[in-house]
Nanobody
Framework: VQLVESGGGSVQPGGSLRLSCSGP?????MGWYRQPPGKQREFVAK???????TYSDSVKGRFAISREKTNNTIYLQMNSLQVEDTGVYFC?????????????????????WGQGTQVTVSA
């Protein structure tokens, strides 16, 4: 599985950026995680094959994730960027293995990651 990311860069607080990630076919969960400097990787947003979206509380209302099924690409529109949004952003693709995990009442997914793209927000 190959994930190709683009769109990172440097902006001032209050600015906007849009990240893109091209991956395998639709019907699976894709999303974005980020790793701030000196911290662990954290969840940002995800979108299911059916279009359901979930956001972390820190980006809700400022970021929007979307999906273009024709070219198997997801986007993360980031508005009102803050210094705290600085970090390396990783595209994530959750591959459904088809194995049912009874304790969680869900399938087991295998995570695939992009190479990461740097987002820097500074004055």
């Amino acid at each position: 599985v190959q994930l190709v990311e683009s769109g990172g860069g440097s902006v001032q607080p209050g600015g906007s950026l849009r990240l893109s990630c091209s991956g395998p076919g639709s019907g699976n969960i894709m999303g974005w995680y980020r790793q701030p400097p000196g911290k662990q990787r954290e969840f940002v947003a995800k979108i299911t094959g059916g279009g359901s979206v979930t956001y972390s509380d820190s980006v809700k209302g400022r970021f929007a994730i979307s999906r273009e099924k024709t070219n198997n690409t997801i986007y993360l529109q980031m508005n009102s960027l803050q210094v705290e949004d600085t970090g390396v952003y990783f595209c994530n693709f959750k591959q459904n293995t088809g194995e049912w995990w009874a304790p969680m009442k869900d399938y087991i997914y295998l995570d695939h990651w992009g190479q990461g793209t740097q987002v820097t927000v500074s004055a």
